[in-house]
């Protein structure tokens, strides 16, 4: 990733807060010399592992082997910044957060680890539900053989982090104003969540 220094967020505790914040990533890895990219919800379980599923006949799980290198990207809030809003001038850009989980793969396939890595999921995702859904396989899936051909669990022990928070560090104090209070103006969750985050990023660095 193209990641200029003013850019690069080196705190790990908020690159890993940005994975959970987003949880659908995007995966990606070679295969004969072509890249292999898919898209898959994954579970940040600790601080070094990342656990997701997929179907048995997703070209993922035929394609790689344990410990075979692969990329998740995570996206975080992301908007476009117009030029109108820099009492400096300027031109259009976009302001976003990103983070490269890099790791290695290990499949699941037994039928009692690949029920529970499914269990953590749902519960990770259920967790903030009113009226949670309790974990149950369907009786369609219940008998061993059926689940173990038709889903294959997965596990990413992430060996680096790479986070890109890229929010006008390399505009003026007066300039980032201006975008904050441009974004104020704006109904949609994204260009919130963006200002949000340009808030604490000037915070941090007082």
Not at 35 to 41: Q, S
Request: hydrophobic letters at 40%; a negative charge.
């Amino acid at each position: 990733m193209y990641l200029p220094p003013q850019f690069e967020e080196k705190s790990e505790d908020k690159a890993l807060q940005l994975i959970k914040d987003n949880p659908f990533a995007t995966l990606i890895s070679a295969h004969k010399g072509e890249p292999l990219i898919n898209h898959f919800p994954l579970v940040l379980n600790g601080s070094t592992t990342l656990l997701g599923h997929m179907s048995a006949h997703n070209p993922h799980a035929g394609a790689l082997t344990v410990g075979d290198c692969v990329t998740a990207v995570f996206h975080g809030p992301h908007t476009y910044i117009t030029p109108k809003w820099y009492p400096s001038g300027g031109v259009p850009t976009w302001n976003y957060a990103v983070v490269h989980a890099h790791g290695r793969i290990r499949f699941v396939r037994e039928f009692e680890p690949l029920v529970e890595l499914l269990r953590t999921m749902t519960e990770a995702f259920e967790g903030a539900a009113p009226n949670p859904w309790p974990f149950a396989l369907p009786d369609d899936l219940s008998p061993p053989e059926v689940l173990t051909h038709s889903i294959v669990g997965f596990q990413i022990e992430i060996v680096s982090l790479e986070a890109k928070f890229k929010l006008s560090q390399n505009r003026t104090s007066e300039d980032k104003a201006g975008v904050m209070r441009g974004l104020a103006t704006r109904p949609d969750e994204m260009s919130q969540r963006v200002r949000i985050m340009m808030e604490m990023e000037m915070e941090t660095a007082k």
